[in-house]
């Protein structure tokens, strides 16, 4: 985001150049003009900056000048210049909408602390502006695998290439991480997407039915089998088979499952005939394969064989920054499941989400959103008391930033500040301000 822009309008040229000349000097970028109309041309939605106005002035009036502004943009935060005898007025464009106001006389560092505060706001809102059109835009993959972060840019294009192929392919991550998402991507974005995506998880299946479920039977192949049955992977020809949980697949199934693989070819139980088969085989596991071969509990021969492309997916833990997008994202998805509106989502509680583990990952966060749209989820909103300023809620905000990114570094201080784009200088001055040293923030997210 650009630098944040200052419009001060007051007709009194010294007065506006003392407060500009503040301004300056406190940080601030500052446009300084006795036209309303030359600040006004600044406005836009998208316009990064604090508008400042005196509201005596010849010709027109600071509280026109705000009415005209939230014509624009009715979120631009105002702050008006008023003299003693302009409160009621001030107290009254408050009521409409103006961030704050200053009484004459007034020291140049209040202003300059106001109108750091309203640029704090701006911001926020920007941003959430922006990660609403980004939801709002996203097709296809992006609307599945959700997140701005490099690990996220490299699983789409990993599946975007991988999607046109027939490779196999093998899915690493943990539980809750999305596994099953990635493998309907994978069949959703290929040429087999007409055809059936048949998902098996092979922790769930009973051991003695998942050969019969795998394999389909013939009549009388065993006692109770009635008639024939088509399994689940002649019923997928043409498209894609997905095997959840492949290490709770067992050992002896495992010898068959590679020999089909193989192959492409499948026996019915109780049948000699090999029935051709032209499907896809995506599996995933949260396990380490080839240490569970090694230790005699996964068939290293499958374990090759499924391995010649595998796509891994990062822990929610390790992308904490992809919350705020991503919990929008799965609050929008429970408002069409449930029909009920969206609460509003405030900074601070997304901070307090970035600054959790999410050991269950992305299903542990989609729990979350489910109970906060449903209305049951406990939110730490701001309230009426102490702590609850906008100021504050920002500075929540920023130590979480800071927290995840110490965490997701092990503690490490040099890719902390680099990958939140400050100077070293800059983020011990800031782990000072929140009273985090590295031990106590990682700590805090422990």
Known sequence: MDQATVLLIDDEADLRGSLSQGLELSGQAVFATGEPEEALERVNRGFYGVLVTDIRMPGTDGFQVMKRAFEIDPALPVVLI?????????????????????????????????????????????????????????????????????????????????????????????????????????????????????????????????ESELFGHEKGAFTGASGQRIGKLEHAHGGTVFLDEIESMPLELQVKLLRVIETRTIERLGSNKAIELDVRFIAATKEDLEAAGKEGRFRLDLFYRLNVVNVAIPPLRDRLEDIPLLFRHLAVEARARYRREIPDINEEYLAELMARDWPGNVRELRNVADRFVLGVELVNAPSSGAGSTLFEQVATYERALIVAELKRNDGAIKPTYENLGLSRKALYEKMRKYGLGKDEALSVSQ
């Open 82 to 210: 008023t003299g003693h005898g302009d409160v009621p007025l001030a107290v009254e464009a408050m009521r409409a909408g103006a961030y704050d106001f200053m009484e004459k006389p007034f020291s140049v560092s209040r202003l300059a602390s106001v109108v750091e505060r309203a640029l704090d706001k701006r911001r926020l809102v920007l941003e959430n502006r922006k990660l609403r059109e980004e939801l709002a835009d996203r097709t296809g993959l992006e609307s599945r695998l959700v997140g701005r972060t490099a690990a996220m840019e490299l699983l789409r294009r990993n599946v975007t290439a991988l999607a046109a192929t027939d490779a196999d392919v093998l899915i690493l991550g943990e539980t809750g991480s999305g596994k099953e998402v990635v493998a309907r991507a994978l069949h959703d974005e290929g040429p087999r997407k007409e055809k059936p995506f048949v998902a098996l998880n092979c922790g769930a299946l009973p051991a003695e039915i998942i």
